[in-house]
């Protein structure tokens, strides 16, 4: 997409996508309204590709995902109801055929369809800092002991990452007390994911340069603390 939405996401307002009003739901009314966990899966549809899919792969590279897939499962359908509904602040959200239509109260309806679709996705999930999933799929062709070295490996992987996962409940505690200024976690509900997400990344920064700083100032190697290490560049808005 062109345009990076930034001022609306640090801004907060709503983000004009094609003609259709993106508002930036804040975490506490996402936990108050549907509830975290329901809310991650009902993302789902925003964040699948074709590698999440099980399959030949020359049948799925000739799916469309939106119209093959995802209107066609009534779950997944469903789900894409449920966030266009929240974020689009909709009267009612309609599928009618391979579109999905969000209607308002005091406008004409806005049509989703394959077209478009991609767009709508990447707004939702930057609003929610959320990035498509990433599937790693086995090596062709492998012999039956490189596939058991392979599937050992994933599980160590995954095994580890899950023990070092940061969870939404750590990234508000460290939001709140590992500034320098206490931040009321009254005040940080307010703020969408997106902001909640740059606000951690920023303490965590600086956090990282502040420590860095202290050792360049007995090792006198500036290498940790300058260029893209500086805190100005650890501060910059970026992907």
Not at 78 to 91: D, E, S
Not at 163 to 168: C, D, Q, R
Not at 178 to 203: D, F, Q, R, S
């Amino acid at each position: 997409m062109a345009h990076n939405y930034y001022l609306e996401l640090i801004r907060m307002k709503p983000i004009n996508c094609d003609g259709l009003l993106i508002y930036p739901i804040s975490f506490g009314e996402i936990c108050d309204t549907i509830g975290l966990d329901n809310f991650e899966k009902c993302l789902m549809p925003f964040l699948m590709t074709k590698e999440c899919l099980e399959g030949d792969a020359e049948k799925l590279n000739s799916l469309n995902l939106f119209e093959d897939v995802i209107l066609k499962d009534k779950t997944l359908s469903q789900y894409v109801g449920v966030i266009l509904g929240l974020f689009c602040k909709a009267k009612d959200v309609v599928k009618i055929v391979s579109e999905i239509h969000i209607r308002f109260e005091d406008k004409e309806p806005f049509v989703i369809d394959k077209n478009n679709f991609d767009d709508v996705c990447e707004v939702i999930m930057k609003i929610n800092a959320k990035s498509k999933i990433e599937i790693e799929k086995p090596p062709k062709n492998m012999s039956a002991r490189q596939r058991d070295i392979w599937e050992k490996l994933q599980k160590g992987r995954a095994k580890s990452k899950s023990e070092n996962e940061i969870h939404i409940y750590d990234i508000l505690n460290i939001i709140e007390y590992g500034g320098k200024y206490h931040l009321p976690i009254e005040e940080i509900e307010k703020w969408t994911l997106w902001k909640i997400m740059n606000c951690y990344k920023a303490i965590v920064n600086v956090k990282t340069y502040d420590d860095s700083l202290k050792i360049c100032l007995v090792s006198g190697d500036g290498k940790s603390i300058s260029d893209k290490n500086h805190w100005h560049s650890k501060l910059m808005v970026r992907e």
